[in-house]
């Protein structure tokens, strides 16, 4: 790293540090949950280091802390990867009690290969079938999460936040702006924090659940918007911590209330141009909007298990509560797993509405353009639009994460797009999660099977 080498930061990372001096960089890279893993270093040790290293064991690690068995045919020797910063990530860390930037690293191997099963790496490879084909893909993520208060205890229910008024979040108000002046300050911080790391929040809104928000982003390069969901939901959570409340992020954390998705907004332009292929001369429809959707319909089925990739996250799909629970499409339609929303021509987008806020952001726009892209290749076509509620239609979702790993597993085309050692090491990864969970006892089992049975 080139001693000047914060002359050449973001402008946002620049304006936080502008008369300051910089302590510490935390070096970080998302691993297959997308956790941040790295390490903090002082300023001065970051601007003599050009990479570092953490062992690829990181992307072996359940949720649990736990391995699975995925480090191939040289077994657990917890190879050293190169871990390089890219510098256009840098940005602040601005609840720290000192001057800190973050900067998201890429991972390689010894010989500068990219770590085929690094989340980044996977979306970074799906984005370079795009660029040879002379398209660009465009996205926009929603983010919805619930605010509640402190849970200490696993075995305890989760329950809502004490709002600003002193009452507990305990009823449905969705669009509703006297339920987000209740969330008031730690949305203050939300917005501070987003700010000083340089991200343009589109807008927040009450949802449908008891403390439940969303936060969408401005379209754009799905890196990028990849790369700021990663970092929003630190920010969140630490925004969250600083008003005695937590932020989840889980698929369903109440039984009774919707569950938290991230919507993934889908454009294609043409590089040259910038033309939306989705947009015909006349403002119609085009083949590539019919098989992008067909793609989606025939293809996401098979990455469910990344989409959804925790047991808690099939709760989620459930008949008339905010949840798709099959593939159709549909314009205007909230019902359909595949949306189109109103817009106009140039801005024409195809909306999946099947994954969960739970997933890790790279791979979950990864698999969704993954899909797209296959879709498109081989000119798979659109089912017929489905017209009105969606939930009376068949289900066409797997119920549990073994069932979606299952199909996973059976997915050649996907996995030949996202890369046959990613797909290999998370199927083992989440199926040896799965197995963790089969190992603890509930209290629903406790209190129906204990005397009964």
Known sequence: MAKDWTAHLPAAAAAYLENRRLDEVECIIADLPGIARGKAVPAAKFARQKYFHLPDSIFYQTITGDWGEAAGDEGFIERDMVLKPEMSTATAAPWTGDWTLQVIHDAYDRNDNPIPFAPRNVLKHVLSLYRKQGWTPVVAPEMEFFLVAPNLDPAKRIEPMMGRSGRPAAARQAYSMTAVDEFGP???????????????IDGITQEGGAGQLEINLQHGDPLLLADEVFYFKRLIRE?????????????????????????IHHSVVETETGKNLFSGPNGGDTDAFFTFIG?????????IAVMAPYVNSYRRYVRDNAAPINLEWGRDNRTTGIRVPLSGPDSRRIENRLTGM?????????????AGYLGMMNEVRADTQFRGDAYQGAEAIPHDLWSALDLFDAATEMKA???????????????????EFLSVISPWEREHLLMNV
């Open 186 to 200: 730690v949305i203050d911080d939300i917005y501070d924090f987003a700010e000083a790391q340089g991200f343009e």
């Open 417 to 435: 797009v996202l890369g046959e050692e990613f797909a290999r090491v998370y199927s083992i990864v989440k199926r040896t999660e799965y197995q």
């Open 358 to 370: 739970d997933a890790n952001p790279y791979l979950a726009i990864a698999v969704s353009l993954a």
């Open 239 to 263: 925004a969250a911590l600083g008003h005695n409340c937590f932020a989840t992020f889980m698929a369903k954390p109440i039984a009774e209330e919707p569950g938290s998705a991230m919507h």
């Open 295 to 303: 793609g989606l319909q025939t293809y996401l089925p098979s990455v």
